[in-house]
């Protein structure tokens, strides 16, 4: 069993608050450690250097976890299976404990596709089935981006939201975007000339603060893009026709 001052879980969002407190200079008197399960993490900002071509492929992800934070400070790379706040420890899955003084958890949320039928499998398929999730969870699903969307080639584009609270809540909202690109489609008769955007989520809002909302909404009135609100997707599957 280790004593720490302070002890972090959560990654990459961990990983940002460790090296802010790394900067204050009484941060170097504190006995820290960083937990997460995962190494490596995907760097947001390359997405959309990839949706617009200017890298072919995803290949840069955030250095290693290690390298993000002082050698002073201890990673552990592992999950934490229990946590017993009275006794002030958690309990990593490699059995091992550790005891802190202070605790800052900032796991985030999982990129879960289950409470839709079907839509695991469809984003796993090839491309030419049209649907893409935008989750970011590795390189591979954030370059497919590239195949899908850019290349959507004839009839409407559904953009989807679910259900708030989510990963990625505030920064989703696609539907500008993809318009964008579907209006240059057309210009070059890569689309159908009367294809439209259509914006679909459970929420009764495209942005939980309301001025936002009142500017997007207006935006997608004068793009033409139908927003159908109230609507949650349970399940997406191929028919007969499709």
């Given at each position: 069993?280790?004593?720490?001052?302070?002890?972090?879980?959560?990654?990459?969002?961990?990983?940002?608050?460790?090296?802010?407190?790394?900067a204050?200079?009484?941060?170097?008197?504190?006995?820290?450690?960083?937990?997460?399960?995962?190494g490596?993490?995907?760097?947001?900002?390359?997405?959309?250097?990839?949706?617009?071509?200017?890298?072919?492929?995803?290949?840069?992800?955030?250095?290693?976890?290690?390298?993000?934070i002082?050698?002073?400070?201890?990673?552990?790379?592992?999950?934490?299976?229990?946590?017993?706040?009275?006794?002030n420890?958690?309990?990593?899955?490699?059995?091992?404990?550790?005891?802190?003084?202070?605790?800052?958890?900032?796991?985030?949320?999982?990129?879960?596709?289950?409470?839709?039928?079907?839509?695991k499998?469809?984003?796993?398929?090839?491309?030419?089935?049209?649907?893409?999730?935008?989750?970011?969870?590795?390189?591979?699903?954030?370059?497919?981006?590239?195949?899908?969307?850019?290349?959507?080639?004839?009839?409407?584009?559904?953009?989807?939201?679910?259900?708030?609270?989510?990963?990625?809540?505030?920064?989703?909202?696609?539907?500008?975007?993809?318009?964008?690109?579907?209006?240059?489609?057309n210009?070059?008769?890569?689309?159908?000339?009367?294809?439209?955007?259509?914006?679909?989520?459970?929420?009764?809002?495209?942005?939980?603060?309301?001025?936002?909302?009142?500017?997007?909404l207006?935006?997608?009135?004068?793009?033409?893009?139908?927003?159908?609100?109230?609507?949650?997707?349970?399940?997406?599957?191929?028919?007969?026709?499709?």
């Amino acid at each position: 069993m280790t004593d720490f001052d302070v002890v972090f879980v959560g990654g990459l969002n961990a990983a940002c608050v460790l090296k802010f407190m790394q900067a204050n200079d009484h941060a170097q008197d504190l006995k820290m450690a960083i937990v997460s399960n995962q190494g490596k993490y995907i760097e947001p900002c390359n997405y959309f250097a990839v949706t617009h071509s200017h890298h072919d492929k995803l290949v840069m992800e955030s250095p290693a976890l290690s390298a993000m934070i002082d050698s002073w400070s201890k990673t552990e790379l592992a999950s934490v299976t229990g946590l017993d706040p009275h006794a002030n420890k958690l309990t990593l899955a490699s059995g091992k404990d550790l005891t802190y003084k202070s605790l800052v958890l900032a796991p985030g949320f999982d990129c879960d596709r289950t409470n839709i039928k079907g839509l695991k499998e469809m984003a796993a398929s090839h491309t030419s089935n049209k649907v893409f999730v935008h989750a970011v969870d590795n390189k591979f699903t954030i370059d497919d981006n590239f195949y899908h969307g850019i290349n959507h080639s004839h009839g409407d584009m559904i953009c989807y939201s679910p259900a708030v609270p989510y990963k990625g809540e505030g920064s989703d909202f696609y539907a500008f975007y993809y318009e964008h690109l579907m209006r240059q489609d057309n210009m070059h008769g890569r689309n159908s000339a009367n294809a439209k955007i259509q914006y679909w989520t459970p929420n009764k809002f495209i942005f939980s603060f309301p001025y936002a909302n009142e500017v997007a909404l207006d935006e997608c009135s004068k793009r033409g893009i139908d927003v159908m609100l109230g609507w949650e997707l349970l399940e997406v599957k191929f028919n007969e026709i499709d």
